[in-house]
T-cell receptor, first 109, second 113 residues
Framework: AQRVTQPEKLLSVFKGAPVELKCNYSYSGSPELFWYVQYSRQRLQLLLRHISRESIKGFTADLNKGETSFHLKKPFAQEEDSAMYYCASYEAAGNKLTFGGGTRVLVKP | ETGVTQSPTHLIKTRGQQVTLRCSSQSGHNTVSWYQQALGQGPQFIFQYYREEENGRGNFPPRFSGLQFPNYSSELNVNALELDDSALYLC????????????FGQGTRLTVV
Protein backbone atom coordinates (compact mmCIF):
# COMPACT_ATOMS: atom_id res chain seq x y z
CA ALA A 1 0.00 0.00 0.00
CA GLN A 2 1.14 3.52 -0.71
CA ARG A 3 2.23 5.72 2.15
CA VAL A 4 2.69 9.48 2.20
CA THR A 5 4.66 11.02 5.04
CA GLN A 6 4.75 14.64 6.09
CA PRO A 7 7.21 14.76 8.97
CA GLU A 8 6.37 18.25 10.20
CA LYS A 9 3.05 18.84 11.92
CA LEU A 10 3.68 22.57 12.26
CA LEU A 11 5.90 25.05 10.45
CA SER A 12 6.12 28.57 11.79
CA VAL A 13 7.92 31.19 9.70
CA PHE A 14 8.07 34.96 9.47
CA LYS A 15 6.58 36.84 6.55
CA GLY A 16 9.10 37.08 3.73
CA ALA A 17 11.09 34.04 4.86
CA PRO A 18 11.35 30.90 2.73
CA VAL A 19 9.16 27.95 3.59
CA GLU A 20 9.61 24.29 2.65
CA LEU A 21 7.10 21.57 3.44
CA LYS A 22 8.47 18.07 3.27
CA CYS A 23 6.67 15.13 1.70
CA ASN A 24 7.98 11.62 1.16
CA TYR A 25 6.08 8.86 -0.59
CA SER A 26 6.42 5.12 -0.96
CA TYR A 27 5.48 3.88 -4.40
CA SER A 28 7.45 1.66 -6.73
CA GLY A 29 5.83 2.81 -9.95
CA SER A 30 5.46 6.25 -11.51
CA PRO A 31 3.69 8.30 -8.89
CA GLU A 32 1.22 11.08 -9.50
CA LEU A 33 1.58 13.57 -6.69
CA PHE A 34 -0.43 16.53 -5.52
CA TRP A 35 -0.44 19.23 -2.89
CA TYR A 36 -3.81 20.18 -1.44
CA VAL A 37 -4.39 23.19 0.82
CA GLN A 38 -7.09 24.07 3.31
CA TYR A 39 -7.38 27.69 4.36
CA SER A 40 -9.24 28.60 7.54
CA ARG A 41 -12.98 27.87 7.23
CA GLN A 42 -12.60 26.77 3.61
CA ARG A 43 -12.76 23.41 1.96
CA LEU A 44 -9.81 21.34 0.88
CA GLN A 45 -8.63 22.41 -2.58
CA LEU A 46 -5.93 21.48 -5.05
CA LEU A 47 -2.83 23.67 -4.91
CA LEU A 48 -0.67 22.00 -7.52
CA ARG A 49 0.14 18.68 -9.18
CA HIS A 50 3.57 17.53 -10.25
CA ILE A 51 2.65 16.74 -13.85
CA SER A 52 1.70 20.33 -14.57
CA ARG A 53 5.09 21.63 -13.38
CA GLU A 54 3.63 25.05 -12.67
CA SER A 55 3.97 27.59 -9.92
CA ILE A 56 0.77 28.39 -8.04
CA LYS A 57 0.63 31.34 -5.62
CA GLY A 58 4.44 31.31 -5.70
CA PHE A 59 4.65 27.67 -4.62
CA THR A 60 6.59 25.04 -6.54
CA ALA A 61 7.14 21.36 -5.91
CA ASP A 62 9.71 19.11 -7.50
CA LEU A 63 9.42 15.37 -7.76
CA ASN A 64 12.65 13.63 -6.75
CA LYS A 65 12.29 9.96 -7.57
CA GLY A 66 15.70 9.10 -6.12
CA GLU A 67 14.72 10.47 -2.73
CA THR A 68 11.00 9.64 -3.20
CA SER A 69 10.17 13.20 -2.21
CA PHE A 70 7.83 15.93 -3.39
CA HIS A 71 8.66 18.89 -1.20
CA LEU A 72 6.66 22.12 -1.50
CA LYS A 73 8.58 25.39 -1.50
CA LYS A 74 7.97 29.10 -1.55
CA PRO A 75 10.85 31.60 -1.43
CA PHE A 76 8.95 34.39 0.34
CA ALA A 77 6.06 33.35 2.57
CA GLN A 78 3.04 35.64 2.93
CA GLU A 79 0.54 35.82 5.80
CA GLU A 80 -2.19 34.52 3.51
CA ASP A 81 -0.20 31.31 3.08
CA SER A 82 -1.14 30.30 6.62
CA ALA A 83 -3.13 27.10 6.13
CA MET A 84 -3.10 23.34 6.40
CA TYR A 85 -1.20 21.62 3.58
CA TYR A 86 -1.61 17.99 2.54
CA CYS A 87 0.59 16.01 0.20
CA ALA A 88 -1.24 13.26 -1.71
CA SER A 89 -0.35 10.43 -4.04
CA TYR A 90 -2.70 8.95 -6.62
CA GLU A 91 -2.83 5.17 -7.01
CA ALA A 92 -4.39 4.00 -10.27
CA ALA A 93 -5.05 0.51 -8.91
CA GLY A 94 -7.95 1.40 -6.69
CA ASN A 95 -8.48 4.94 -7.95
CA LYS A 96 -7.46 6.29 -4.59
CA LEU A 97 -5.74 9.36 -3.30
CA THR A 98 -3.50 8.66 -0.32
CA PHE A 99 -2.95 11.71 1.86
CA GLY A 100 -0.20 12.55 4.28
CA GLY A 101 -0.99 13.68 7.81
CA GLY A 102 -0.75 17.35 6.91
CA THR A 103 1.46 20.27 7.89
CA ARG A 104 0.09 23.40 9.44
CA VAL A 105 1.89 26.51 8.21
CA LEU A 106 1.76 29.65 10.29
CA VAL A 107 3.22 32.80 8.75
CA LYS A 108 3.88 35.44 11.36
CA PRO A 109 3.89 39.17 10.52
CA GLU B 1 -21.48 26.08 -11.62
CA THR B 2 -22.38 24.61 -8.23
CA GLY B 3 -19.78 23.09 -5.97
CA VAL B 4 -19.84 19.89 -3.95
CA THR B 5 -22.41 20.02 -1.17
CA GLN B 6 -22.74 17.65 1.76
CA SER B 7 -25.50 17.13 4.27
CA PRO B 8 -25.90 17.25 7.13
CA THR B 9 -23.03 19.40 8.38
CA HIS B 10 -23.06 17.90 11.86
CA LEU B 11 -24.53 14.72 13.26
CA ILE B 12 -24.52 12.94 16.61
CA LYS B 13 -25.29 9.22 16.72
CA THR B 14 -25.23 6.51 19.35
CA ARG B 15 -22.92 3.51 19.15
CA GLY B 16 -24.59 0.69 17.21
CA GLN B 17 -26.82 2.97 15.16
CA GLN B 18 -26.71 3.45 11.42
CA VAL B 19 -26.04 6.71 9.58
CA THR B 20 -26.47 8.01 6.04
CA LEU B 21 -24.45 10.94 4.75
CA ARG B 22 -25.25 12.66 1.47
CA CYS B 23 -23.24 14.38 -1.22
CA SER B 24 -24.17 16.31 -4.33
CA SER B 25 -21.34 16.36 -6.81
CA GLN B 26 -20.18 19.36 -8.77
CA SER B 27 -22.09 19.95 -11.96
CA GLY B 28 -20.80 17.75 -14.78
CA HIS B 29 -18.81 15.42 -12.51
CA ASN B 30 -19.55 11.70 -12.72
CA THR B 31 -17.12 10.41 -10.11
CA VAL B 32 -17.50 10.68 -6.34
CA SER B 33 -15.03 9.64 -3.66
CA TRP B 34 -15.52 9.51 0.10
CA TYR B 35 -12.87 10.09 2.74
CA GLN B 36 -12.74 9.83 6.52
CA GLN B 37 -10.64 12.41 8.34
CA ALA B 38 -10.00 11.76 12.01
CA LEU B 39 -8.90 14.66 14.19
CA GLY B 40 -5.32 15.68 13.47
CA GLN B 41 -4.92 13.31 10.54
CA GLY B 42 -5.12 13.49 6.77
CA PRO B 43 -8.14 12.22 4.85
CA GLN B 44 -8.31 8.45 4.37
CA PHE B 45 -9.89 7.03 1.22
CA ILE B 46 -13.04 4.99 1.84
CA PHE B 47 -14.26 4.29 -1.70
CA GLN B 48 -15.02 5.79 -5.09
CA TYR B 49 -18.13 5.55 -7.25
CA TYR B 50 -18.11 6.00 -11.00
CA ARG B 51 -21.29 5.74 -13.04
CA GLU B 52 -23.17 4.19 -10.10
CA GLU B 53 -20.62 1.40 -9.53
CA GLU B 54 -17.98 1.11 -6.80
CA ASN B 55 -14.71 1.79 -8.57
CA GLY B 56 -12.11 1.44 -5.82
CA ARG B 57 -12.07 0.86 -2.09
CA GLY B 58 -9.74 1.63 0.79
CA ASN B 59 -9.17 -0.39 3.97
CA PHE B 60 -12.61 0.03 5.48
CA PRO B 61 -14.90 -2.79 6.67
CA PRO B 62 -18.06 -3.77 4.77
CA ARG B 63 -20.25 -1.86 7.22
CA PHE B 64 -19.12 1.19 5.24
CA SER B 65 -21.16 1.14 2.05
CA GLY B 66 -22.23 3.59 -0.58
CA LEU B 67 -24.50 4.41 -3.44
CA GLN B 68 -24.32 6.66 -6.45
CA PHE B 69 -27.47 7.80 -8.18
CA PRO B 70 -28.13 8.54 -11.88
CA ASN B 71 -27.66 12.24 -11.19
CA TYR B 72 -24.23 11.33 -9.75
CA SER B 73 -25.13 12.35 -6.21
CA SER B 74 -23.97 9.86 -3.60
CA GLU B 75 -24.60 8.43 -0.16
CA LEU B 76 -22.26 6.98 2.41
CA ASN B 77 -23.87 4.51 4.82
CA VAL B 78 -22.23 3.29 7.98
CA ASN B 79 -23.84 0.47 9.97
CA ALA B 80 -23.19 -0.58 13.56
CA LEU B 81 -21.47 2.67 14.43
CA GLU B 82 -18.42 2.52 16.67
CA LEU B 83 -16.88 5.30 18.73
CA ASP B 84 -13.86 5.35 16.39
CA ASP B 85 -16.14 6.27 13.50
CA SER B 86 -16.27 9.78 14.93
CA ALA B 87 -14.62 11.91 12.26
CA LEU B 88 -15.12 14.42 9.48
CA TYR B 89 -16.42 12.70 6.36
CA LEU B 90 -15.45 14.33 3.11
CA CYS B 91 -16.96 13.85 -0.28
CA UNK B 92 -15.03 14.78 -3.43
CA UNK B 93 -16.20 14.79 -7.00
CA UNK B 94 -14.15 14.77 -10.17
CA UNK B 95 -14.81 15.09 -13.86
CA UNK B 96 -13.94 11.47 -14.51
CA UNK B 97 -12.21 8.61 -12.82
CA UNK B 98 -8.44 8.68 -12.85
CA UNK B 99 -5.98 11.19 -11.46
CA UNK B 100 -8.02 14.26 -12.24
CA UNK B 101 -8.53 17.08 -9.77
CA UNK B 102 -10.86 16.25 -6.90
CA UNK B 103 -13.23 18.96 -5.69
CA PHE B 104 -14.10 18.59 -2.02
CA GLY B 105 -17.20 19.38 -0.04
CA GLN B 106 -17.16 21.01 3.39
CA GLY B 107 -17.64 17.69 5.09
CA THR B 108 -20.01 16.17 7.62
CA ARG B 109 -18.81 16.04 11.21
CA LEU B 110 -20.04 12.76 12.75
CA THR B 111 -19.84 12.22 16.49
CA VAL B 112 -20.59 8.77 17.87
CA VAL B 113 -21.38 8.64 21.59
Amino acid sequence: AQRVTQPEKLLSVFKGAPVELKCNYSYSGSPELFWYVQYSRQRLQLLLRHISRESIKGFTADLNKGETSFHLKKPFAQEEDSAMYYCASYEAAGNKLTFGGGTRVLVKP
Amino acid sequence: ETGVTQSPTHLIKTRGQQVTLRCSSQSGHNTVSWYQQALGQGPQFIFQYYREEENGRGNFPPRFSGLQFPNYSSELNVNALELDDSALYLCASSLKTGSTEAFFGQGTRLTVV
